[in-house]
C-alpha cells in the first residue's frame, strides 16, 4: 500500500500521482522508493504510456530536508544514488513518461520535470533550481536540468536559484506544451496519446537507443544509432510498416 503516491490505469496508460500536498509532494526515501516501485512494475506492463502528476499547488519542492538533516555522507550517497535510479528510469523504461505540471517544481521536483521524455505545464506553473541561493547547491538536479535545457540556461537556474515561469520553461526546453491550467490534464493526454501511435515494440527500441546517443559525439553516435536501427529493421513491426507504406495501407501492429 502506497503512502505517498497513488497510481492507476487510463486505458493504455498508467498515471502515477503524488498524494501528499501537506507536504508540498518533497521526495523523501519512502517517497522516492515508491515511485521507484511503481515504475518498476509499469515498465513490466503492457502499458503504453506513463503519466507522472501530482496534487496540490506544488508539483514536488524537491528533497525532503527533514529526511537529510543528521546523514553522515554514507547516508547521503544512498539517498540521493536512489533518486539518480529513479531519475534514469524514467529513461530507461520502455513506455513514453509524460510530466503533468500544475503548480510549482522546484530543485528534485525540477528534475523530475526534466527526466521525463516530456512535459506540459500550466500557465502558472513555475520552475527552480533554488539551491543556488541556499546552502546545498542543487547539484544532482543539475545532470537533467542541464540536459534539459543547455548548459547557459542551466547555470543561470543554478546559480542564482531563481524561479522561472511555464512560457520561460518552454522556450528553454524544460517542458514541451504551456497550456491554460484548466487545460493541463487534457493536453498531456493528447501529446501522450499522439506520442505513442504506432508500434510499442519500435518506440521502446528507439527510446533506448536516443538516450543512448545524446551524450556521445557525433561519429560514435551515428555508429550506435545505425546499429540500433538496422537491427529494429528485422522486427515484425519494422517490417509490416515499410510493407504497409509500399503496398498503400494502413499498417497492423502486434507489438
Not at 539517498?79 to 531519475?87: E, F, K, P, Y
Not at 506540459?120 to 537533467?144: D, H, I, M, W, Y
Not at 496519446?193 to 537507443?209: E, F, I, M, N, P
Request: net charge neutral.
Amino acid at each position: 500500500m502506497h503512502r505517498h503516491i497513488q497510481t492507476a490505469r487510463e486505458a493504455e496508460f498508467e498515471v502515477v500521482t503524488m498524494v501528499r500536498p501537506e507536504r508540498r509532494n518533497v521526495l523523501s526515501e519512502a517517497h522516492l522508493r515508491e515511485l521507484h516501485d511503481a515504475f518498476d512494475r509499469i515498465a513490466e506492463g503492457d502499458a503504453r504510456g506513463v503519466i507522472l502528476a501530482a496534487t496540490g499547488p506544488v508539483f514536488s519542492a524537491g528533497h525532503d530536508f527533514s529526511d537529510m538533516v543528521g546523514r553522515d555522507e554514507k547516508q547521503m550517497r544512498s539517498l540521493l544514488g536512489i533518486c539518480s535510479d529513479l531519475m534514469q528510469k524514467l529513461t530507461q523504461i520502455p513506455q513514453v513518461v509524460i510530466a503533468q505540471v500544475e503548480g510549482l517544481a522546484t530543485a528534485a521536483g525540477c528534475q523530475l520535470v526534466a527526466s521525463c521524455d516530456l512535459a506540459v505545464a500550466g500557465e502558472s506553473a513555475r520552475f527552480a533550481a533554488p539551491g543556488g541561493r541556499g546552502g546545498l547547491f542543487c547539484t544532482t538536479p543539475g545532470v537533467a536540468l542541464a540536459r534539459a535545457v543547455g548548459r547557459k540556461h542551466a547555470v543561470e537556474m543554478l546559480l542564482t536559484g531563481d524561479e522561472i515561469d511555464a512560457h520561460t520553461a518552454m522556450a528553454w526546453g524544460l517542458v514541451n506544451r504551456v497550456v491554460p491550467d484548466a487545460r493541463v490534464a487534457d493536453e498531456t493526454r493528447e501529446l501522450l496519446r499522439r506520442a505513442t501511435r504506432g508500434s510499442a515494440l519500435s518506440k521502446a527500441l528507439g527510446k533506448q537507443a536516443l538516450y543512448a546517443q545524446l551524450d556521445l559525439p557525433v561519429g560514435p553516435a551515428y555508429e550506435l544509432a545505425s546499429d540500433a536501427m538496422a537491427a529494429a529493421s528485422q522486427t515484425g513491426p519494422a517490417q509490416e510498416g515499410m510493407r504497409a507504406f509500399l503496398e498503400k495501407r494502413k499498417a497492423r501492429y502486434s507489438e
